[in-house]
């Protein structure tokens, strides 16, 4: 599973980070969140899917 973050989409709210923040974090000069890594280290993907679900402007994408 790939992880990408929609840097015109976020808002900054930071929801994935307080839901995965192992896999997130935050690009505090363009003032959005951006995935730690591009592929979601195995086990991982159901924290991932809790994360984009949190997404208040749905700005993470999740692809097999």
């Not at 307080?18 to 924290?47: C, I, N, R, T």
Request: one cysteine or more; hydrophobic letters at 40%; charged letters at 25%.
């Amino acid at each position: 599973m790939r992880i990408s973050v929609d840097p015109d989409r976020c808002q900054g709210h930071a929801q994935c980070l307080s839901a995965a923040p192992e896999l997130f974090g935050f690009d505090d000069e363009a003032e959005h969140a951006l995935p730690l890594q591009e592929k979601v280290p195995a086990g991982q993907e159901p924290v991932a899917r809790r994360a984009a679900a949190a997404c208040p402007e749905r700005a993470i994408t999740l692809t097999d």
